[in-house]
Each structure stands twice: as structure tokens, then as C-alpha cells.
């Protein structure tokens, strides 16, 4: 499958726990984003990364929640101490490049229940 | 900032009727536009972009949408739908300065086919 791969697709923590969501972007892409979509709404902006860099964070919420892309291996959302309001599907889509004229492909998310 | 809205939330139309889905952008220059649509439990998959040029654009599925700049209006229309497009559709607009990339959507128009 030379999609956006996302793993897990579902995933359930307790309050408290750790979440780690994987992105493995397209072949030949470098750029990842992570959005975040709530029940009935739509896909909200998280971050924005390149290899080894945080290119834009703007949409990462200030506490408990971190990304990285490094140079091997998948594109990891982290989010420490869950709360119920962490409950959502996060998207993962890539690029081969920067710009937003660059259609991002999206994965088929990871669905994160908080218990 | 750039935003975007959806007017209608929820949309049901006969199969083989006709059928346009209303997106509103907020953007200062000329922006960059996409059409995306979510099947249950799948992620988003890229219908057609809008960035230069021709203001009609024809995209996968039988869709096309028209950039209208005077009404800030990037309307998705097929001439006959069928049962499987039933799903939600979201349009989003992308920055038009430099590296800027995230996409912003708007909440979504999810779409019921009736036979």
C-alpha cells in the first residue's frame, strides 16, 4: 500500500495513560500534518513537521501533547495524561512538498477512545 | 486568517438528481481550494483543487466545482449522483504565502442518497 498508513486504527486508554499515534507518510513525501477531527466536526490543524523539524505548531494544544518526525521511522503524536476531551479521530496526511498548493493525502485516521 | 463555511450540515437528494454543495471561504488573496470527501471510518480522500487559471475544474467521481471570487464561493456540484457518493464532504482552503501549509476545513456537509 504506497498510501498514508496510520496505526493504530483504534485505540483505547484511560484517563491518565499515554496515547501514541503512528504516520508512516507516502513514499517520497517529507511533509506530515496531523489534524484532529471531534465528533461531528470537521478536521482541525494540529502541527505541521519535516524531518527532524517542527515547522508549525500552531494548532498543537499547550500542554500534554507533542509530534515529532524523525529522521527514520514514522511521524509519532504523543499525548500524555489522556483526558476524556482527547476522544477523537486524528488524521495524519502528507506532502512531497511545502506550500499550500501541495494536495495533502490523508490516512484512515486512528480513533482514540478515552475510558 | 482564512476559515471556511459550509452552510449546510446535512444534504438528501433523489439518486440521479442533481446535486451542489456550498462552501464560503475567508482568505485575503487568491486562495488555494479543495474539495474532500469522507467515507464512515475512512479518511479523507482529495475530490479537486482549485489554484490558478480556469474557474471551473473537473475532478474524480464525475465532480466539479466553480471558483466564483466576487461570492468568495468554491461550489461542488454533480450533474447525477449515485447511492455510493453518499457521504461527508468538506471543503478547506490552503495558505497562499510562502511555506505556509496547514489546510483549514470547514464542519462539513454530509450527504444521504435516497433510491
Known amino acids: 500500500n504506497a498510501g498514508v498508513m496510520q496505526n493504530p486504527r483504534h485505540l483505547v486508554r484511560r484517563r491518565g495513560q499515554e496515547a501514541r499515534l503512528r504516520c508512516s507518510p507516502m513514499?517520497?513525501?517529507?511533509?506530515v500534518y496531523w489534524y484532529r477531527q471531534l465528533p461531528e466536526e470537521g478536521l482541525k490543524f494540529m502541527v505541521y513537521?519535516?524531518?527532524?523539524?517542527?515547522?508549525?505548531e500552531s494548532g498543537m494544544p499547550k500542554e500534554r501533547f507533542s509530534a515529532e518526525f524523525p529522521k527514520e521511522g514514522p511521524s509519532i503524536l504523543r499525548i500524555q495524561q489522556v483526558v476524556r476531551g482527547d476522544s477523537a479521530a486524528y488524521f495524519c496526511?502528507?506532502?512531497?512538498?511545502?506550500?499550500?498548493?501541495?494536495?495533502?493525502?490523508f490516512g484512515d485516521g486512528t480513533r482514540l477512545s478515552i475510558l | 486568517a482564512q476559515s471556511v463555511t459550509q452552510p449546510d450540515i446535512h444534504i438528501t437528494v433523489s439518486e440521479g438528481a442533481s446535486l451542489e454543495l456550498r462552501c464560503n471561504y475567508s482568505y485575503g488573496a487568491t486562495p488555494y481550494l479543495f474539495w474532500y470527501v469522507q467515507s464512515p471510518g475512512q479518511g479523507l480522500q482529495l475530490l479537486l483543487k482549485y489554484f490558478s487559471g480556469d474557474t471551473l475544474v473537473q475532478g474524480i467521481k464525475g465532480f466539479e466545482a466553480e471558483f466564483k471570487r466576487s461570492q468568495s464561493s468554491f461550489n461542488l456540484r454533480k450533474p447525477s449522483v449515485h447511492w455510493s457518493d453518499a457521504a461527508e464532504y468538506f471543503c478547506a482552503v490552503g495558505a497562499n504565502t510562502g511555506t505556509a501549509s496547514k489546510l483549514t476545513f470547514g464542519t462539513g456537509t454530509r450527504l444521504q442518497v435516497t433510491l
Open positions: 496526511a502528507s506532502s512531497p512538498g511545502a506550500g499550500g498548493s501541495q494536495p495533502q493525502h
Open positions: 513537521l519535516q524531518k527532524e523539524n517542527i515547522i508549525d
Open positions: 513514499k517520497g513525501h517529507s511533509h
